[in-house]
C-alpha cells in the first residue's frame, strides 16, 4: 500500500468516525485535515525528490467547466489537475484527464476558498492564476 493511500485511508476513517458537532466545526475539521495532507504529501514529495506541482504549470487561458482540449484532454487541466492533488484538493485515487469535470471544479472551489481567492466558483481565471502565481 502507498504511503498516499494510506493517508488517505486514515483521512476517510477520521472523517467517517472522528467528526462530530455541527457542520461549521466538521468543516474547520476536514480543512484542517486537508491542509495536513497537504503539508505530508509535500514532505513526501520532498523526500522522494518528486515536484510537488507548485511553480510546475503555465497556465495561459481560463481554465472553466466541460473543457477539454484535444483528445488527450488538456494539458493545461492536467497540470492543474496534478497541482490540485499535491495541495490536497483533488481527490489523490482520481486520474488526471484533462477533462475539466464537476471535480476539478469543485477542487479548485475548496482551492480558491483555502486561498481566499473570491468569488471561490471553481473557475479558474485571472484571480486563480495570479493566487497560483504568486505562491508557485
Request: proline share 4%; aromatic share 8%.
Amino acid at each position: 500500500m502507498s504511503i498516499k493511500k494510506l493517508i488517505f485511508g486514515l483521512a476517510a476513517l477520521v472523517l467517517l468516525f472522528g467528526l462530530s458537532g455541527s457542520a461549521s466545526a466538521q468543516t474547520a475539521d476536514i480543512n484542517a485535515l486537508l491542509q495536513q495532507i497537504a503539508l505530508i504529501q509535500s514532505q513526501i514529495a520532498a523526500l522522494s525528490g518528486t515536484p510537488t506541482g507548485t511553480g510546475a504549470c503555465n497556465f495561459t487561458q481560463d481554465l472553466f467547466m466541460d473543457m477539454v482540449g484535444n483528445v488527450a484532454g488538456n494539458p493545461e487541466v492536467v497540470c492543474l489537475q496534478d497541482y490540485l492533488k499535491s495541495t490536497g484538493h483533488f481527490p489523490a485515487t482520481t486520474n488526471s484527464t484533462g477533462y475539466f469535470g464537476p471535480t476539478t471544479k469543485s477542487a479548485v472551489a475548496s482551492w480558491q476558498a483555502a486561498n481566499l481567492v473570491s468569488p471561490a466558483a471553481g473557475y479558474f481565471g485571472a484571480k486563480s492564476r495570479t493566487a497560483y502565481n504568486a505562491m508557485a
